[in-house]
């Protein structure tokens, strides 16, 4: 067996076999996926207030075979789906990350599930470390663009269902129409490019810098693997981000979970903003 042949890829049967567990425990057809960073696992409360109404189902990652546990504190593994005010979604209450040892295929697995149930719009929340240093904490950083410094590309092995390798145009990774509606719900607000890395160390403060000078307003350890999956999917993309701490400067996880806690409050209503609008 090539290599090739084993790294998860579209119709090898993971995303398939997860989707339809999905598919025995609600009828719900998500319009969007959306992905929950660390510590924003109360953007659904917040979401459903906002929209006046949230009605559905939650499960255990470990309820559906083939979907790894996440293992990092602040992810719950949960997954939620259901309709938040009209629209129905599929919420993802933790990922997969590339650091936890996951092939960067699997960590895009979140995408390929929801673009089997349906989803033709993926949203990504991801905690990420300010690199331009006039942003402060609590900034939302709506995606424009992003640099993989991940040292990998989530694509590779893949072959798509007809056997062909996914030579995906990544010219516009994120949805214009998407940026300007979450930019114009929330404050304060930009609009910036994430520079993924590996980790699961943080930057070291010559790193930030390097970074910062290639053009990164903000840097995290994930939305890569899941944007460009969901890009070879035929997917809209919207990437949101949110400022915890300063890069390079001394920082420890704890510190971004309490900040991403704040952010929830943020995050889910620019959510319900964007969801009404598509
Ligand atoms: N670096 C990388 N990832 C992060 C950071 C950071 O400073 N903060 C939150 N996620």
Redesign the pocket.
């Known amino acids: 067996m090539t290599e090739a042949a084993w790294l998860p890829s579209p119709g090898d049967g993971i995303a398939e076999g997860i989707a339809a567990a999905i598919r025995e425990r609600t009828p719900v057809e998500p319009a969007a996926g959306v992905v929950l ?2 510590g924003l696992g109360r953007v659904i409360d917040i979401a459903g207030q906002a929209a006046g109404r949230s009605d559905g189902v939650e499960f255990s990652y470990e309820d559906l075979p083939g979907f790894p546990s996440p293992s990092v504190l602040g992810h719950a593994g949960r997954m939620w789906i259901g309709e938040l005010g009209e629209r129905p979604v599929v919420v993802f209450r933790g990922r997969l990350h590339f650091y936890e040892g996951h092939p960067m295929a699997l960590a895009a697995l979140t995408s390929r599930v929801a673009a089997l149930l349906g989803a033709r719009v993926m949203v990504l929340t ?5 690199l331009d240093r006039a942003l402060d904490p609590g900034t939302l950083v709506v995606l424009r663009d992003h640099i993989n410094a991940m040292g990998e590309n989530p694509l590779r092995g893949w072959r798509m269902p007809d056997g062909s390798p996914p030579f995906v145009d990544l010219s516009q990774v994120y949805d214009p129409d998407l940026a300007a509606a979450a930019l114009a719900a929330a404050a304060p607000v930009v609009e910036g490019v994430y520079a993924a ?1 590996s ?1 699961p160390s ?2 070291t403060p010559a790193e ?1 810098e390097s970074l910062r000078r290639a053009g990164g307003t ?5 939305v890569v693997p899941e944007a460009v999956a969901a890009r070879a999917l035929g997917m809209r993309v919207l990437g949101l981000s949110f ?6 400067v001394q ?1 420890s ?1 704890e510190e ?1 979970l309490v ?2 806690e704040t952010a929830s409050e943020a995050i889910g209503r620019v959510l319900v903003e964007v969801l009404g609008r598509f």
């Open positions: 960073g660390s991801a905690a990420a470390g300010a890395v980790g943080y930057e930030s903000v840097v995290g350890m994930s400022v915890t701490n300063a890069a390079g920082v996880h971004v900040a991403s």
